[in-house]
């Protein structure tokens, strides 16, 4: 006897209850696309070549230090606590990126970026694993990696269009705009 053929739906490999969340993250992870594709050359322009080395460490320091202490202060409060000053943090980090005119600006906005993002992603995935069903969460995690890999994928190829013609500064303070809408949506979602 034939199988009767199933319908292929969005549900069979993305887990919709998880989408909202996965926004905010695809949000976020388009200020890191441009962050990881772009902050070079634009320290590059800016004459900040010494800072810029340091830059990414800077970050790498902020995400290892902050994600302990907010994931204990998540584990108590909920995440709402710790989620808006996080996102917060990003627009900050992006604003300060785009307005950068010295080296002290350009690494607070790693700090700021380091924080922001990393908890961002953390707090998020937590969130999704507790409020997901066991036999869901396999789903549900590749629904989470899938909206990362696609703001950090997609971002540059998007950004790069607009650069040449407005430059890095505009591009940043619209990737702090965008960051902004992170929140509504987190708001929302």
């Known amino acids: 006897a034939k199988r009767p053929a199933q319908c292929i739906s969005i ?6 209850s998880v989408l909202p969340l996965t926004c905010v993250l ?14 070079v050359l634009y320290a590059g322009e800016l004459g900040m070549t010494d800072a810029v080395s340091v830059y990414f460490v800077l970050y790498a320091v902020a995400i290892l230090v902050s994600r302990p202490p907010v994931g204990r202060r998540v584990d108590r409060k909920g995440e ?5 000053a996080s996102l917060s943090a990003v627009v900050l980090g992006l604003a300060i990126l785009a307005a950068a005119v010295h080296a002290g600006m350009l690494l607070a906005s790693a700090a ?3 924080f922001g993002i990393g908890t961002t992603q953390s707090i998020i995935q937590a969130v999704i694993a507790r409020d997901t069903p066991p036999e869901e969460l396999g789903r549900a995690n590749s629904t989470f990696m899938m909206r990362m890999d696609l ?18 500064r505009p591009v940043y303070a619209a990737l702090a705009c965008v960051a902004v809408a992170a929140i509504v949506v987190y708001h929302f979602a």
């Open 26 to 39: 695809f949000l976020v992870s388009l200020g890191y696309s441009g962050i990881l594709s772009f902050v």
């Open 151 to 168: 703001g950090s994928g997609a971002g540059p190829m998007v950004i790069g269009l607009f650069i040449p013609f407005v430059g890095y």
């Open 80 to 84: 709402n606590s710790c989620i808006y």
């Open 112 to 114: 700021l970026l380091g």
């Open 11 to 16: 549900a069979s490999f993305v887990q919709v």
